[in-house]
C-alpha cells in the first residue's frame, strides 16, 4: 500500500516570503499522480496543484509551485508571497492511475501553515 | 455551478445511536467518496459509490454503511456510535474527466458523539 509522510506538523511564514512544505511518498508504481489541497479553518478542502509522474516539468499555479523528485519519491509545494489567506491545513496525496476504477487517494496527515502579518 | 453540499453542519450523538449524513455532489458528478476525517489527521477513505453501487471500501467496520440515489446524492449511515466516531466526515465527487478524475471535497459535517 501506498504511504505519504508529510514531517513537518507546523510551519510558519512572514507574509510576503516563501515557504516550502514537504512530502514524501512511497510507491512501487511508475506512473500516479500527486496532489496538494488547503484546508482553511472553514473545512472545505479545495485542490492547489496536480503533478502527473510521467511529466518532468513540475507543476505551476500562480504563487504555488511543486519541486517533483520521483527517484526521491519526494513532492514539495513552495508558495511564493504568502498571503494571510493562505494559511491553513495543507494535505499531500498520492493517487494511482487505476484503482480498480476508483480513483481513491491516500493523503498524508498534514501540515498546518501559519501566516504571521 | 452548485459545488458538493452536505447536511447536516454539525451534529450530536449519543453512543449507540445511529446517524445519517448526507451529500450531494457537483453539477454533472456521477461518483461520491466518503472520508473521515479525525482531528488532526488527513481523510482517511470509507466507501465511494458509482452506479449506486459501493464500488470500493476501505477499512472501516460493517457499522458503516452507504447508499447513492438515482440523482447521484448519497448517504452514509452510521450505527451504534462509539466515542472514537468523532470526527469531521468529508463527502467528495467526481465524474469521468480524463484524465485525473479529480475529486471537489464538500464542507463537511462534524460529528460528535458523547
Known amino acids: 500500500a501506498q504511504t505519504v509522510t508529510q514531517s513537518q506538523p507546523e510551519m510558519s511564514v512572514q507574509e510576503a516570503e516563501t515557504v516550502t512544505l514537504s512530502c514524501t511518498y512511497d510507491?512501487?508504481?511508475?506512473?500516479?499522480?500527486l496532489f496538494w489541497y488547503k484546508q482553511p479553518p472553514s473545512r472545505q478542502m479545495i485542490l492547489v496543484i496536480r503533478?502527473?509522474?510521467?511529466?518532468?516539468q513540475n507543476a505551476t499555479e500562480n504563487r504555488f509551485s511543486v519541486n517533483f523528485q520521483k527517484a526521491a519519491k519526494s513532492f514539495s509545494l513552495k508558495i511564493s508571497d504568502s498571503q494571510l489567506g493562505d494559511a491553513a491545513m495543507y494535505f499531500c496525496?498520492?493517487?494511482?492511475?487505476?484503482?480498480?476504477?476508483?480513483?481513491?487517494?491516500?493523503f498524508g496527515r498534514g501540515t498546518s501553515l501559519i501566516v504571521h502579518p | 455551478d452548485a459545488g458538493v453540499t452536505q447536511s447536516p453542519t454539525h451534529l450530536i450523538k449519543t453512543r449507540g445511536q445511529q446517524v445519517t449524513l448526507r451529500c450531494s455532489p457537483k453539477?454533472?458528478?456521477?461518483?461520491v467518496s466518503w472520508y473521515q476525517q479525525a482531528l488532526g489527521q488527513g481523510p482517511q477513505f470509507i466507501f465511494q459509490?458509482?452506479?449506486?453501487?459501493?464500488?470500493q471500501r476501505g477499512n472501516f467496520p460493517d457499522r458503516f454503511s452507504g447508499h447513492q440515489f438515482p440523482n447521484y446524492s448519497s448517504e452514509l449511515n452510521v450505527n451504534a456510535l462509539l466515542l472514537g466516531d468523532s470526527a469531521l466526515y468529508l463527502c467528495?465527487?467526481?465524474?469521468?474527466?480524463?484524465?485525473?478524475?479529480?475529486?471537489?471535497f464538500g464542507p463537511g459535517t462534524r460529528l460528535t458523539v458523547t
Open positions: 467528495a465527487s467526481s465524474g469521468n474527466i480524463v484524465p485525473s478524475y479529480e475529486q471537489y
Open positions: 510507491t512501487s508504481e511508475s506512473d500516479y499522480y
Open positions: 503533478q502527473e509522474a510521467y511529466k518532468q
Open positions: 496525496a498520492y493517487r494511482s492511475p487505476s484503482s480498480g476504477g476508483s480513483y481513491i487517494p491516500t
Open positions: 453539477s454533472g458528478h456521477d461518483t
Open positions: 459509490y458509482y452506479e449506486e453501487e459501493e464500488r
